[in-house]
Each structure stands twice: as C-alpha cells, then as structure tokens.
C-alpha cells in the first residue's frame, strides 16, 4: 500500500500524467508548469474511482452478502463514537471558539467526516479483505452527517454556490422554500452520492435475497467485480497525488464570507484580506476582529486533533468496552483513524464558509493518517 501511495505522489510532483513536471511550491494553476493540468489528471483519476469503481465494489459486495455482517456491534461502536465526537466538536466550536453557526457546522464536519471513499475501501481491503469494514461509517456520514450539515449551512445565511451574503442588507438570506423542502433537497444530495447508491442497491438487493432466498448468479456480479477492484489501487493513487499538492491557502474565517473562488472553485483569496462581516453582524464590529489568524489555527488544530488522535482513542475504549474482538476491534479504530474527506471542502466551497480552513484540516489529516495508522497497528495487535 506504501508503494502505491508513494508511486501517487511520484506521479503527481513530477506529473507524469500531465506531460509537464510541476515545480516546487507551486499551488495554483501557473502558466506553463503543467499545474492545471496535473491537477485535471487527479481529478479524473479521482472522479473514475469515486464515481464507478467504488460503487461497483460495494454494490457487488454488499449483493452478495448476509445482512448480519452489516448491523453489527462493531457498527455500533461506529454510529456511537462519530455521533459523540461530532457533539463534543460542535460544542466546542459554538461555545469556546465563539464560532457562528456556519462555520460551526463545517469545523464539525472536518472533524468527524472521513474519506471512507478513495482511503477507506482500500484500507478494508487491502487490511481486512472485507469491503464492508467501510459501510457503517459511508452509510452514517452520507445519511446523517452530510444532510444534517447541509441544512444547518442552508438555515445560516450561507449563500450556495460560494456567493457572499450582502452585508449591506441587514438580514439573513431568505428562503421561499419551506423547511421541509430544504430538507428534502439535500436528503436527495446525498442519497444521489454514486457510492450512496451503490451501497444502496447492493442492501436492497441483499435485503430481497435474505426475504426472498433467492439470489443473484455470480456471473451477474462479475463486471461489477471486475471494475470495482480497480478502485483500492485508484484511491491509494489519488491519495498519493494529493499528499504531493502543496497545503491550500488560509481564508479568513467567516460566515458567507468574502472568500474568493476561481472557476476551478478552489479557493484564492489572500489569507490577509479583510472578510466582509457576516449579515447577522454589524459591518464596524465583526466577530473575528483581532483573532482571524489564531483563530483558524484552533479550527485546524480541533479538526486534526478529534480526527486523528480522539476518534480512534474513543472507538478503541467503546471497542474494548463491548467486548469486540481483536479483529472487529481492529477494523472499528482503523475505520475511525481515516482521514477528513475531501467532501468537507467541497461542501464548504459550495456554502463559502470556512473552504480554506476544511481545505488545511483535510491535507493535515490526510498526512498524519499513516502514523496514525501504524500506531492503531500496534494499539490493536
């Protein structure tokens, strides 16, 4: 797995899928040093793993399988520790940190969402030969974690699509839509998840077997077979390729804030600007006045600190506490040691809030995660 990580990163610092070698340092689309378009062989090699091989692994795996490996104690142990930890960031960040509400629910969703995509299916496979190590924890942040996000982003005044909310207007944006309709509208965002609805429809499919006593033919399964088992060695690429981009740059903290989005999305303000005040705020006293850089550092700091020390701690204890044992307890805190996902900043790019701090917390996550891992090795051995 190593190798493959490593191979990533050589691919993506001398960009051999770009034909252009990509100079040190470098973090935005520069002309001529094949930047843009290393960065468009990332995403497709990325999107191919996310879109169509990971979904056809867990549709074949979970068609084929007893509903009983599924709802487990060791699933248990999951949906318990994420849900704790998701309250005690949130928490934190609303009452210590003083954060809005916004930017509260993006510090909690670097926290506790993971990249049970490109990283966790490679780990359950490679580490356990088991796909389904990933799905209680794919299912509880794609089903829970993201919609609940989304909504609370939706109710805060975040503008969608990365758009400022107008100072000048005095009040929150306001919304035609009822509150069910908000819901109903980022429940569908996350149901139509590709690898949600591969994970899906290989439980239904399941689910009318184990009612049915009928089940697929093996061969029916086969080019599902044949093409997810290509997504453990794309997401270790991807992961390697993204260990070599340089860390994104800081944007100021705020709510709807002014940061300031390319045509890629990414973020490209300087991390020195003055934001503009959230709307609920008046424009001469804004909330991060005087404390925006040590601020987003403590954001960072959380996000990094409850992903890749305090999840795998406390579903080791829960773990322990339960009575798993050592190969469950094993795949419970492995699962819980992964890394923020990427879906974290494109939520936060989407909304405007917090982008380069979710952009910081996944790279910082993403590049302890190996220590972390061989630490769970030893801690579950």
């Known amino acids: 797995m190593g190798c493959i990580v490593a191979l990533g990163w050589v691919i ?13 340092g470098t973090s935005q689309d520069a002309p001529g040093d094949g930047a843009a378009d290393s960065a468009g062989a990332r995403a497709i090699l990325a999107t ?10 867990m549709f074949s795996t979970l068609a084929g399988t ?7 104690r060791g699933a248990a142990v999951t949906w318990a520790t994420t849900a704790a930890l998701a309250l ?9 940190l003083r954060l809005p509400a916004g930017p509260t629910a993006v510090t909690t969703l670097a926290a506790v969402y993971v990249n049970g995509g490109n990283i966790g299916i490679p780990l359950a496979v490679y580490l356990f030969d088991d796909a389904l190590a990933v799905v209680p924890t794919l299912l509880f942040q794609l089903l829970v974690l993201a919609p609940l996000t989304l909504a609370v982003l939706d109710r805060s005044g975040a503008a969608p699509g990365g758009g400022p909310v107008s100072a000048s ?3 929150r944006r306001t919304s035609a839509r009822s509150g069910w309709t908000s819901v109903v509208r980022v429940l569908l965002a996350a149901v ?44 270790l690429l991807t992961f390697g390729m993204t260990l070599a981009v340089p860390m994104p740059a800081l944007t100021p903290p705020g709510s709807g804030s002014g940061s300031q989005h390319g045509s890629d999305g990414e ?38 600190l409850v992903r890749n020390v305090l999840h795998p701690l406390a579903a080791w204890v829960v773990g322990n506490a339960v009575g798993l044992d050592p190969a469950a307890l094993a795949l419970v805190v492995t699962m819980a040691a992964l890394p923020t996902a990427v879906n974290v900043t494109t939520y936060a790019t989407r909304y405007g809030v917090f982008d380069g701090v979710a952009a910081r917390a996944t790279v910082w996550t993403t590049a302890l995660c190996v220590p972390v891992l061989v630490a769970v090795g030893a801690l579950t051995a």
């Open 12 to 24: 993506q610092r001398r960009g051999l899928l770009a034909g252009h070698r990509i100079s040190r």
């Open 48 to 57: 191919l793993s996310f879109t169509i091989c990971a979904p056809a692994l």
């Open 66 to 72: 007893d509903l009983a490996h599924v709802v487990s």
């Open 88 to 96: 005690f960031t949130a928490a934190v960040a609303r009452w210590v």
């Open 169 to 171: 207007a005095g009040v």
């Open 192 to 235: 139509r998840n590709p690898i949600t609805v591969g994970t899906l429809a290989g439980l239904l499919v399941a689910v009318v077997s184990e009612l049915t006593g009928a089940r697929l033919p093996e061969v029916a399964l086969i080019p599902f077979d044949l093409i997810g088992a290509a997504a453990p060695p794309l997401g």
């Open 267 to 304: 973020p490209t303000a300087d991390p020195d600007a003055v934001p503009t005040a959230p709307a609920s705020t008046p424009a001469s006293t804004p909330w991060w006045t005087g404390r925006d850089r040590l601020l987003v550092r403590a954001v960072v700091a959380l996000a990094v």
